[in-house]
C-alpha cells in the first residue's frame, strides 16, 4: 500500500527554519518526481518545490533561495528545508509523488510562522 506520511511542521518565528520530511512506505521514492505543495487558508493549493528522478530541482518563485528540497533514498524519505521562513509560508504542506500516471498525497504538516 502506497503511503506518504509528512511530519516536521509546527510554530516558528519569522526569520526561523523547519525541515519537512516525507517518508514513503509501499514504493520505492528514487524512481519518481516527488514534490511539495502548501495549501494556505482560502487559497488553492500551489506547488513550491520539485525534484525529479535525476536530482533536478525546481522551485516556486516564492521559495527559490530559501527552501531546499532532497532525497535520502536509504530512509525514503524526501526533504523540504525552510529558512528565512516568513508569515506568507504560513500553510499545509503536503507531500506529492507520481506514481505510474497516478498521484499520491500525505495527509499534509501545519507550518505556522508568526511572532
Known amino acids: 500500500q502506497v503511503q506518504l506520511v509528512e511530519s516536521g511542521g509546527g510554530l516558528v518565528q519569522p526569520g526561523g527554519s523547519l525541515r519537512l520530511s516525507c517518508a514513503a512506505s509501499?514504493?520505492?521514492?528514487?524512481?519518481?518526481?516527488t514534490r511539495w505543495y502548501r495549501q494556505a487558508p482560502g487559497k488553492e493549493r500551489e506547488l513550491v518545490a520539485a525534484l525529479t528522478v535525476g536530482g533536478s530541482t525546481t522551485y516556486a518563485d516564492s521559495a527559490k533561495a530559501r527552501f531546499t528540497i532532497s532525497r535520502d533514498s536509504a530512509k525514503n524519505t524526501v526533504y523540504l528545508q525552510m529558512n528565512s521562513l516568513k508569515s506568507e509560508d504560513t500553510a499545509v504542506y503536503y507531500c506529492n509523488a507520481l506514481i505510474r500516471g497516478a498521484n499520491y498525497w500525505g495527509r499534509g504538516t501545519q507550518v505556522t510562522v508568526s511572532s
Open positions: 509501499g514504493f520505492t521514492l528514487s524512481p519518481y518526481v
